[in-house]
């Protein structure tokens, strides 16, 4: 069986890994054009509170491409994770989430936040710090309006080194958030090193709430834990009243997900209150 072989048992007799494999390497191809070529697009998703008061969105990058249409960020961010892609990329996000913040000044206040997601492997290149630097000071951002979603996976390598360019960022005012907490390997005894404002329980904790027992009692978990570090705490995937009642009770006051909003393009972002919320 071919396909029971080593992760690094590459068959090209195998037909359909031979498929899988020559799409890869069309996509990696297309990638190094795809910047030059303006095929990317940030779409954004509301974070709300329990008023349904928008405190700011989440940035979700899209690829247009010219053929294959819309392509998801789960079937290229890790090609580009590979190929070290991600540093144009993430960089080109976070330039571009700082330029939608010039853009949206006339209708947001000062509390209001874009975060973006970047990879860990942005922060093992030694400009990361200083490129992020040059960007916020380029389009005067204040930093406080941006914040970054990193996921358990920086913990693996140069651990000290990674936290150290996070307590920069975060001493200029940047926000961080550990993003689907929870389904990471780390031992709790890491997290408390990194400099975090804020956890976000994964979508699939979020899910079955009602009927899981133990995903219940991991939200809960997560809550208490944001809790005790005295920082806040975000709820993702949240699709179902019932979700919002349950993580409400919890203590969870920061929701995103699909009952609010899908993620959107810029224009069409609402910033009024939520009438979901209003009875
Ligand atoms: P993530 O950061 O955990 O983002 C949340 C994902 O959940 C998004 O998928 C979002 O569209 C989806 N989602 C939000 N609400 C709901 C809901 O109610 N139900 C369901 N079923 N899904 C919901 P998306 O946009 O496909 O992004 C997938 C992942 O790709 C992101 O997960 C993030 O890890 C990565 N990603 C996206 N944009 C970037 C980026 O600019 N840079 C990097 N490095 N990674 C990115
Ligand atoms: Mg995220
Ligand atoms: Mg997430
Ligand atoms: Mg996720």
């Not at 008023?51 to 580009?80: T, Y």
């Not at 005012?173 to 780390?186: K, M, P, Q, V």
């Amino acid at each position: 069986q071919a396909k029971s072989n080593g992760r690094n048992a590459v068959c090209f007799f195998d037909p359909e890994m031979q498929a899988a494999a020559n799409i890869r390497a069309e996509l990696e191809t297309d990638l190094h054009r795809a910047i030059q070529f303006n095929q990317f697009e940030l779409y954004y998703q509301p974070q709300v509170n329990q008023q349904g008061h928008i405190l700011g969105v989440e940035a979700l990058i899209r690829w247009h491409h010219p053929e294959k249409g819309l392509i998801s960020p789960l079937d290229f961010i890790p090609i580009a994770e590979e190929t070290g892609q991600i540093q144009a990329i993430g960089l080109w996000v976070i330039e571009q989430a700082c330029f939608q913040l010039k853009q949206w000044q006339d209708k947001i206040d000062s509390t209001f936040s874009i975060s973006v997601n970047v990879s860990s492997k942005q922060y093992q290149n030694d400009s990361f710090v200083n490129d992020v630097v040059e960007i916020i000071q380029g389009l005067a951002i204040d930093p406080k309006q941006l914040k970054m979603e990193l996921t358990e996976s920086v913990l693996s390598d140069n651990v000290d080194t990674i936290i150290e360019k996070m307590w920069q960022l975060q001493e200029l005012g940047i926000g961080f958030a550990l993003d689907d907490f929870g389904t990471g390997f780390s031992s709790l005894s890491y997290l408390k090193k990194l400099p975090l404002n804020y956890l976000k329980i994964d979508k699939s904790f979020v899910q079955d709430l009602h009927h899981n027992t133990s995903d219940a009692a991991i939200a809960k978990t997560i809550v208490g834990l944001s809790q005790s570090m005295n920082i806040d705490v975000i709820a993702e995937g949240v699709e179902t009243e019932l979700q919002l009642k349950l993580l409400n009770s919890y203590g969870c006051n920061i929701y995103q997900g699909y009952l609010f909003s899908k993620p959107v393009p810029a224009e069409d972002i609402q910033f009024t209150v939520s009438e979901l919320l209003q009875d």
